[in-house]
């Protein structure tokens, strides 16, 4: 990241938020839920398929969490109700972890339950590592009883390695990602290539075992080592998925679909587009940039008038 863009993840709590929306509008479908609908029906006539994320995390109250429940029903609602090719992303820290364990555990099972009834699929999302343990431990409560679910990991952790032998035993089906989290380095891998090389030899394990796995990343030079192991291990494109995040790297989408390869994206909505907004800024040098040019010229539009 270059100077003038360290400078913009430094002053981004600062930028008005009109801008923010104005920029955030390429990574997020909207406030609604109609929202989301219109644009997972844009991206099925792209031939992708999409995974719905409703916003926010680390909830305080009980009723924010039975709201984020509920919010999460209606998605599934929605999909059934307009035959969307689509699933639900959930992270549990929404549905109140950092309460109650076992209030979380009935609001996500509750979700999963009703998924499975129309037989969609439910993505559990990694955060931080102080939810790792009990993200685990939800996500196996949950696989030993309903086979509609899944769980993120995430490969700059150095106990992902052990994580993914014991969870390929119970026939786990995985996305996985680098991880975005600023982690310690006792936990973390910190150099990109280290983390790239455990990505791919995570990969190698989760597909040796027949795991489904949604490859999420960006990164071409994953991208092409992900397509080695699957021709390695002969694989139909049903058997896999790559997975992308709404508005990054469009044209690698599209390479991928020309391809022959299903392509599932990440589609955020939700009314706390804010805090998530942020985040991918900081998470993306280019856009940072983008963010300063406008910033820039909406000073000097304000200082002519």
């Known amino acids: 990241m270059n100077l003038i863009n360290k400078l913009v993840v430094t002053i981004l709590p600062f930028i008005p938020k009109p801008l923010v929306r104005f920029f955030a509008k390429r990574y997020i479908a909207g406030e609604t839920l109609s929202d989301a609908a219109r644009v997972v029906t844009e991206l099925s006539k792209k031939y992708a398929m999409a995974t719905i994320d409703v916003l926010g995390e680390d909830v305080t109250k009980n009723e924010e969490a039975i709201d984020a429940r509920e919010l999460c029903k209606d998605v599934l609602r929605m999909i059934t109700e307009l035959k969307l090719d689509a699933n639900l992303s959930v992270k549990l820290t929404q549905f109140g972890l950092k309460l109650d364990k076992e209030f979380c555990y009935a609001n996500v099972r509750e979700v999963v339950e009703l998924a ?38 995430q490969a700059y952790l150095k106990r992902t390695g052990s994580d993914v032998d014991k969870l390929n035993e119970l026939g786990a089906g995985f996305r996985l990602c680098k991880g975005i989290y600023i982690e310690p380095e006792e936990i973390a891998l910190k150099k990109k290539q280290e983390v790239r090389e455990n990505f791919l030899k995570l990969l190698d394990r989760m597909l040796s075992k027949k795991a489904y796995v949604g490859i999420a990343t960006h990164d071409i030079y994953l991208i092409v080592g992900a397509k080695q192991l ?23 989408r599209d390479a991928l679909l020309a391809g022959g390869h299903r392509l599932r994206i990440y589609v955020p909505f939700g009314s706390k587009w804010y805090a998530y907004s942020l985040r991918r800024f900081k ?23």
């Open 116 to 153: 499975g009834s129309s037989n969609y699929f439910i993505w559990i999302d990694m955060e931080d590592h102080t939810c790792t343990d009990d993200t685990i431990e939800i996500f196996t409560r949950l696989r030993k009883e309903f086979t509609n679910v899944g769980v993120a990991l």
């Open 230 to 252: 699957i021709a390695k291990y002969d694989l139909q494109p049903d058997k896999y998925e790559f997975q992308m995040l709404l508005g990054v790297r469009s044209d690698l």
């Open 283 to 305: 998470e993306n040098p280019e856009v940072a940039g983008y963010v300063f040019k406008a910033l820039f010229d909406w000073a000097r539009f304000v200082r002519r008038k």
